[in-house]
């Protein structure tokens, strides 16, 4: 995810299946740098949920043969054909409405961007069954959803305080911005 200001990027990773997006925020772009946070982001995730990874044709994915040690396969797209990597370019498109391309990444603070992700991956969606993409990932890690408690009532707080100040910062930037309620039952 590139801003207007050289350098600046997100480097974000999207799983398929659940839909749930994770983010770094690197110093750079450079390939040494983008292959090795992958290699440390993979590392730590069950080897049945690291199968493969499709990269657009940047430079910056230069170093993908890192992940090959982890048993990961890698793929690239055609030149000019996001298409072939629809779902990340799904979930930029998401994330640009609250980080728009204008954005300084230094000004905006850390915690504020794990918040952002945090109800990205938060919001349920239709196609996950009114399910949220981290509730969807949780299944995919074969934990049991009913032995997790109910979210406690600061939680479930937090939660909706976040999902406010989207709402509120999508009405500074004239951008609309609906949030579905999960189904009942």
């Known amino acids: 995810m590139l801003f207007s200001r050289y350098g600046q990027a997100i480097l974000t ?28 982001l993979f590392a730590s995730m069950p080897a049945h949920l690291r ?18 040690q982890l048993g990961i396969q890698t793929f690239f797209c055609d030149p000019y054909s996001p298409w072939q990597k ?19 990444l230094a000004m905006l ?12 991956n938060s919001t349920p969606r239709k196609c996950l069954d009114f399910k949220t993409p981290a509730e969807t990932f949780s299944e995919l890690l074969h934990f049991e959803c009913e032995s997790t408690p109910p979210l406690s009532r600061g939680r479930a707080e937090r939660i909706n305080t976040i999902h406010g100040q989207l709402a509120f910062r999508s009405r500074i930037s004239g951008e609309a911005v609906v949030h579905r309620k999960r189904a009942p039952g």
Do not use: C, W
């Not at 990874?53 to 994915?61: A, I, K, P, V």
């Not at 930029?92 to 300084?104: A, C, E, H, W």
């Not at 915690?111 to 945090?118: G, H, I, P, Q």
């Open 86 to 104: 629809g779902g990340i370019e799904n979930a930029i498109g998401r994330m640009r409405r609250f980080i728009p391309r204008k954005t300084d």
């Open 109 to 120: 603070p850390k915690r504020e961007f794990n918040a952002l992700l945090r109800a990205y």
């Open 13 to 40: 990773v999207h799983e398929r299946t659940s839909r749930l997006l994770l983010a770094k925020r690197p110093r750079n772009k450079a390939a040494n740098r983008i292959g090795h946070q992958l290699l440390r």
């Open 51 to 68: 199968k493969t990874l499709t990269f657009d044709n940047g430079t910056e994915f230069a170093r993908h043969h890192l992940l090959h």
